[in-house]
C-alpha cells in the first residue's frame, strides 16, 4: 500500500528529493499519557509533542505540531487534526480535551493531531542589522530589535497545509492512514478546515509554502468538519446587513451614517448572491435575492422540528407560526423572518457595519479581521473596496487565498469529497448565507454535503459528538 502511494506522488511531482532530518517523524520519541473521559473511561495514548513541521522555522512556538496515538487505535485509522483557530489568532499545540471533539476522537480509536498554528497576534523579535558605509556589510546593531508579526493572512493557513504535509510526507512512520485526514475546527478555525478541504494542493500555496520549507507532499483532506466558519470574508459585510436590515435598530441603535452604510451593503449582495449560481438542491430551483430568504426559512423550520422531536419546548412568540389541531398535533408551518431575526439579535447584540472591515481603521477599534489581513509591524488593513479605495492586487490575492468559495470550481485544486458543516440557530457572529452558501456551492458540484443549523446554539462548536462520529463511521462504512 505505501508502495503505490510513494509511486503516485513521484508521478505527481511530489517526490522526496532529500528528506530533510527536521521533517523525519521518530516513532520512538513518544510519552505515555492518559485521558480521562467525562464518563470516567481512560483513553491511554502515545504523546509525540512539539514536533516541528517545516525547516525554515519562524515562530518555534507555532510552527509545531502534536499527534496522539491511542492504545485502542482504530484499524487504518482516519487522522483527526483539529485547530483551534479563534479569532484568526494564534493558536498553541495542545494535549486532547475530554470536552470536546479532540478527546472524544481520541476515545474512538482516531489517531489524533493537534497543531499550532501562527495568527494575528503571534509575533518575533528580530535583531536589527546595519550597513558598513565602506564595504556594504551588515552590521549588528547590538540590543535593537523590531516586533515582526508573523502571522498575518495567509500565514496561518499556510502553517495548517504544512501540518498535512507534514503528516502525508511521513506516512509510513506515523501511525494512522494520513490518505484519511479529518480536519476540525470552529469559527475562524472553522474557516480554515473548509479552507483546507477547498484549497488542496493549489498552486497559489506553493511557492509560499516552499520557502517556508515544508515538505513536498500533498495537503489536501479527506473530510471537513466546519463549524460556524467566519468565512467569505470579502462578502461577509454585504451579507450580514442583508439578513439582519430587517431587524429594529433598536438592538444596535445605528446613526444615521451607519444606516446608510448597512442601506449600501445590503443593495450589493443580491449582485454577489446571483454570481454564486445556487441552487435549490431540491427544486433545482436558482437562488436570488427573491426566493433566498423562503429558502433559508426551510432549514430554521426544519431545525425547530428536531428540537421539538427531541422534546424541546418552543415558543410562539419567536416569530413562529404554528398550525394547532388535537387531530394533527402542534406542527410549525412557517416563520416571520424578521421577527426572529429579532429575537437572535436580543440574545446578543448585532455588529455596527461593516461587521468584518471596519471603515476608517485610524478612528475605529478594528476588527479581527483587520488585524489579520495587517502588515507584519502590526497595522491593521482594509481588505474590502467598499471600505478602503486603497486595496492592492498583493491585497486581492490574500483575500482570495482565505475565501474556500473561490476554489470550490476551480480544477487546481483538490477538494476533499465529504463535508460536515454546523452553524447554530442563534449565531449572529456572521450571517446565516456564509454557511448556507459554502455547502450550496459544495453540494450543487457533486460534494458530499451533510448541513444544519441546529436550534439553540449560538456561536460554539463541537456539540452534539455523538451526531458527529456517527457521521464518520457512516463515512467509513459507505467507503466515502
Not at 122 to 145: I, M, P, Q, R
Amino acid at each position: 500500500m505505501k508502495n503505490i502511494v510513494l509511486t503516485f506522488l513521484i508521478c505527481a511531482g511530489f517526490a522526496f528529493e532529500a528528506f530533510p532530518q527536521i521533517l523525519k517523524f521518530n516513532p520512538e520519541n513518544f510519552t505515555q499519557r492518559e485521558l480521562t473521559m467525562p464518563d470516567g473511561y481512560v483513553v491511554n495514548y502515545k504523546s509525540y509533542e512539539g514536533i516541528y513541521y517545516v525547516q525554515n522555522i519562524e515562530d518555534s512556538v507555532f510552527q509545531v505540531l502534536n499527534i496522539f496515538v491511542p492504545e485502542n487505535m482504530r484499524k487504518n485509522s482516519p487522522i483527526f487534526l483539529r485547530t483551534y483557530t479563534g479569532g484568526y489568532m494564534a493558536s498553541r499545540a495542545k494535549l486532547p480535551s475530554p470536552n470536546d471533539a479532540s478527546g472524544r476522537a481520541l476515545e474512538e480509536g482516531y489517531v489524533v493531531c493537534i497543531p499550532a498554528s501562527r495568527g494575528s497576534n503571534s509575533f518575533v523579535h528580530k535583531e536589527l542589522y546595519a550597513k558598513n558605509k565602506k564595504n556594504g556589510k551588515k552590521k549588528k546593531l547590538t540590543g535593537e530589535f523590531e516586533t515582526v508579526y508573523t502571522g498575518k493572512f495567509p500565514a496561518g493557513l499556510l502553517d495548517l497545509k504544512a501540518a498535512v504535509r507534514y503528516l502525508r510526507a511521513n506516512d509510513d512512520l506515523i501511525e494512522g492512514n494520513s490518505q484519511k485526514i479529518i480536519t476540525d475546527g470552529t469559527s475562524a478555525g472553522g474557516a480554515m478546515s473548509a479552507l483546507l478541504g477547498a484549497t488542496g494542493n493549489h498552486p497559489d500555496y506553493e511557492k509560499l509554502l516552499e520557502k517556508m520549507g515544508a515538505a513536498k507532499a500533498p495537503d489536501n483532506v479527506w473530510t471537513v468538519v466546519s463549524y460556524c466558519p467566519i468565512t467569505d470574508l470579502d462578502h461577509a459585510d454585504m451579507a450580514y446587513e442583508w439578513l439582519y436590515a430587517c431587524t429594529d435598530n433598536t438592538t444596535r441603535k445605528l446613526s444615521k451614517e451607519q444606516t446608510e452604510v448597512s442601506e449600501k451593503l445590503a443593495s450589493m449582495y443580491a449582485e454577489y448572491l446571483k454570481s454564486l449560481n445556487l441552487k435549490n438542491p431540491i427544486s433545482g430551483e436558482l437562488l436570488t435575492e427573491d426566493n433566498y430568504a423562503n429558502y433559508l426559512k426551510t432549514w430554521l423550520i426544519a431545525s425547530v422540528e428536531q428540537a421539538m422531536e427531541h422534546g424541546e419546548e418552543i415558543a410562539d412568540t419567536l416569530g413562529l407560526i404554528f398550525y394547532d389541531e388535537s387531530k394533527f398535533g402542534r406542527y410549525l408551518v412557517d416563520i416571520d423572518l424578521s421577527k426572529y431575526l429579532e429575537y437572535v439579535s436580543k440574545c446578543q447584540k448585532l455588529k455596527t457595519p461593516p461587521a468584518f472591515d471596519v471603515q476608517n481603521l485610524e478612528e475605529n477599534q478594528p476588527s479581527a479581521e483587520n488585524k489579520a489581513f495587517g502588515l507584519s509591524d502590526g497595522t491593521p488593513l482594509n481588505f474590502t473596496k467598499f471600505s478602503s479605495e486603497n486595496i492592492d492586487t498583493l491585497m486581492l490575492q490574500r483575500v482570495k487565498m482565505m475565501n474556500p468559495m473561490n476554489y470550490i470550481t476551480d480544477s487546481k485544486a483538490v477538494k476533499a469529497p465529504n463535508w460536515y458543516i454546523r452553524h447554530g440557530a442563534k449565531d449572529r457572529d456572521t450571517g446565516f448565507q456564509i454557511s448556507l452558501n459554502l455547502a450550496l456551492k459544495l453540494y450543487n458540484n457533486g460534494f458530499n454535503v451533510n448541513y444544519f443549523l441546529p436550534w439553540g446554539i449560538a456561536h460554539t462548536g463541537d456539540y452534539n459528538l455523538n451526531e458527529l462520529f456517527d457521521y464518520l463511521d457512516s463515512l467509513e462504512k459507505n467507503g466515502k
